[in-house]
């Protein structure tokens, strides 16, 4: 039986130099090519017939010792194959457009909500289903199923984020200062110890002047006075995040809105320490690994000093048991006042966190549990003073939500008996008696959020609604509203008041059908060249990942974004303006995977030094974005992402990275050292521990990583391959036990690509901590001396040194990470801005680079070759492509 090659000639061409190897009962690479119909309908299919195209037009095949195939047979058959192949794809475009069907994925709605009712503050993307993805990304149609299940969600956060715009109406507080004192903050007096705890490294104690107050601790002498109440404090050498909870003020927000944050402190020197006097006496149980004897001595909260350095203080909001950080800063020795600006949610309530500190999680005896931080002369600690709020600040489109549902209709509350109307949330204040959080009984502990009934006033209510739907259509739709629509949605309003609804709810009711339309829930595109709004929102989801802005729907209006220089104009303005940010976000979740930077943990048995290291991680993340930011906003050449002279780092990531001269909390960029391994986006500690599992690292994983995310390289293992276990005993290297795997052929062909560049990245640890052995942990082994963030005693012990060296296919070497990266820049530069021109293009349009836009994309890296392949060329590239103007 032969080949059902696509064109004449190719079914001669593979029996006479194909055969030889692929075909009979064991074909090489399990394919075929004797029995291989050409079903272009058939994705798998016409995958297999574009690997066949690549391997022969690369001269990979027939492979090195085979006959060669005269040039012009060859020529023939990868013309005539190519061409096939792209008129296939080219009729399906024509036919249906690139990319298919889709809605909005949940990042997208998320901010589409936001931007339409002005409610920044509402979690919408966490309340939905997790969206699904094809091609790396949740942006392609086939991916985003729409279930009974889907439409729920969307209707409720619709409805929610609706009553959270009304209740910005109705609660509109005057912008107020409040400011709580930490003397009299209930949370922070926890002076004493309670029954059966003695550790005072868990105890909050009276400051004064950086000076301790035994007397007040003791409970001899008052709280607090009037005459000192401005330099009274409460100090702590701990963090907030520990099992004996911290500094969460009382305050709680009343209305959403924009505030700013003041809080005053210092660092101090708190006596006790000792830890260099801790020694290893035997192992233990399972339960408490390694036994010490030690003369470590507790804080003594009666002597404290002036602090000998900076701590960073970050700032986290609570609701529900959830935390967000905020913002950071420094307390110095000397008291000062740090304010930050920040958006807060109703009912939020605000915690300070010294960050450095240590986090308290007690396992095991008390001997095995001990402050990383002390030294002979002590530890230390923060000092806070006072913590205070203003706001809500003047904000003119704070009910700008409510003013595209309801016009300038007023509102009014519904008194004690009356029915109807809809529940609106607003924070309640605290209940009679309980301690309110300063200024007129604004929020309290023991503030709530409860629904208040309301109902919005109209004298013509059928008049009323149809302005009022008819403008939030035109808000809402991201075209021109076809006249049917909005009659359906009129239809809909008059049913709901007929039921007896009220005008309020029958609005409300009609708005979420709205919301949740295919006209505003689907991207909608007609095959062929795009129309301005669909270019407008096609941008507009690309670059700011939600729908067009007032400027971008009128150029639309006015038919002119189709004009090329319109078009990049408007493109520069969304990569300038500060909502590309979210662009930022959601395209480094997704191609370098940064949203799972919390799939694993460090293990507490080999990596504690990192267990509870919040800092570092959140520090690490951001690192990443504000990099792939500066690429974007400075034009860097696609080898950046390889390599690079700066990275963005704060004081405790450049501690973890060995970079000396970096203090503070703030992040910044960073010139690193002459010949450091950091620079570009391998080496970064998100990456590096997106890419391990918390516990080992695996070559093959950062290979496989590298190969798809930076080289552009797809990359699938064989079903039933079980994944490798590393050694934790440390008896055999991973290096060795993949030495065996590959000796399997059927392994080898994809493991000697895959596995050099995991290789390169072995010096880098589970968190990207710079390494040259591994970490090991066996029974009766003697750990390293050291102490984690979490109090306990390191349990590892280093074992087989680490081997970054590795080969690449080609034969070219390599010794470490460091000649890895000269190799890809001197030979890969090309592919690895083919690879992110794909990234983004995939990414912006909704369909994975085909076969028949491999032209558009060799013009596009063509255009930008004089700019070393800048990345916002590339944007611009794209955007003018018909890669992107075309469905």
Known sequence: MTAAAPFASGDAFIQKNCATCHSSAAPAARLDLTKLSYEPTNPDNFATWIKVYDRVSAGEMPPAGMPRPSAESLSLFVNGLGAALTAYETNVAAERGRAGLRRLNAYEYENALRDLLYVPWVEIKSKLPQDGESWRYNKIGAALDVSHVQLARYMSTAEYAMR??????????????????????????????????????????????SHAQPDVRAGRSPLSSEEDKEHEAIGRVSSVFSDAGGFSWSYRVPAPGRYKIRVKGYTIWVSGGGVDHWNYVG???????????????RPNSDEVWPGRGNEPIGVYAQSSGQSRPLAAFDFTPEPSVQEVEVFLSPNEAIQTDPMRLFRTRVNGSEEAYVNPLAQQDGMPGVAFQWF??????????????????FGDLPVRRLEKGETGGVGVPIVAPPSSGAPAAGGGGRGGRFARTQDVAVEVVSEHPHEDAERLIRAFLAQAYRRPVEEAHAKRFLELFNQQLELGHGFTQSLLSTYTAILCSPGYLFVEEAPGRLDDYALATRLSLFLWNSPPDAELRAVAAQHRLTNPDVLRAQTDRLLNDAKSRRFIDAFTDYWLD????????????????????????????????????ELFNRNLPARTIVDSDFTFLNERLAQHYGIPGVTGVAMRKVTLPKDSVRGGLMTQASVLKITANGTTTSPVVRGVWIMERILGYHTAPPAGVPALEPDIRGAVTIRQQLDKHRADPTCASCHRKIDPPGFALESFDVMGGARDRYRAFAEGATPEPGIGLSGQPFAFHYGLPVDSAGTLTDGRSFKDIREFKR?????????????????LATYATGAPIGFSDRKQVEDILNQTRASGYGIRDIVHGIVESDLFRNK
């Open 164 to 209: 959270e715009a009304l209740a910005a109406k109705l609660v509109q507080p005057p912008p107020t200062t409040t400011r709580l004192y930490a003397r009299q903050e209930p949370s922070m007096r926890n002076f004493r110890p309670r029954e059966g705890n003695t550790r005072t490294d868990r105890l909050s104690f009276p400051v004064l002047d």
């Open 283 to 297: 192992f233990g149980d399972e339960k408490t690994p390694y036994l010490y004897q030690s003369t470590y001595h």
């Open 388 to 405: 205070e709020v203003e706001g809500p600040l003047s904000d003119a489109n704070a009910t700008s939500g409510y003013r595209v549902m």
């Open 594 to 629: 940064l949203r799972k930077i919390d799939d694993s943990s460090p293990s507490t048995t080999l990596y504690n030094d990192y267990e509870l290291d919040d800092p570092l991680k959140l520090a690490a993340v951001e690192e990443t974005r504000l990099f792939v930011q």
């Open 823 to 839: 190799l890809l820049l001197d030979h890969e530069e090309l592919t690895v801005a083919r690879n992110v021109l794909g990234q």
